[in-house]
Nanobody, 125 residues
Framework: QAQLVESGGGLVQSGGSLRLSCAATGFTLQYYGIGWFRQAPGKEREAILC????????YYLDSVKGRFTASRDNAKSTVYLQVNSLKPEDTAVYYC??????????????????WGRGTQVTVSS
């Protein structure tokens, strides 16, 4: 069964950093793009970026450019999201999801086939 499991979230002070992980099982990660999304309480899920099979990231959220960076280790079947200079408005549940193709300009939830359950990131001011 294809699964994604996120980890690495937690409580951090404003300006801090975390590294989120997304581990894949049941399918071959190297053939898929991986998107990172987040959902804050009372808000819709929003797409952050998608890292494609060539390790090129397509950013969908301007507010994270220069602060969030994705990488992948196909040998470990894991994708990472390094989140730096965190702000209280970054507080959300962070999800990873798999897709056959990372779209260049925007991403829809429906574009992704396999989802993790999320990891909570809380940034205190």
């Amino acid at each position: 069964q294809a699964q994604l499991v996120e980890s690495g979230g937690g409580l951090v002070q404003s300006g801090g950093s975390l590294r989120l992980s997304c581990a894949a099982t049941g399918f071959t990660l190297q053939y898929y793009g991986i998107g990172w999304f987040r959902q804050a309480p009372g808000k819709e899920r929003e797409a952050i970026l998608c890292i494609d099979v060539k390790e090129i990231s397509k950013y969908y959220l301007d507010s994270v450019k220069g602060r969030f960076t994705a990488s992948r280790d196909n040998a470990k079947s894991t994708v990472y999201l390094q989140v730096n200079s965190l702000k209280p408005e970054d507080t959300a549940v962070y999800y990873c999801a798999a897709t056959e193709l990372c779209e260049p300009y925007h991403a829809l939830v429906s574009d992704f086939d396999i989802w993790g359950r999320g990891t909570q990131v809380t940034v205190s001011s």
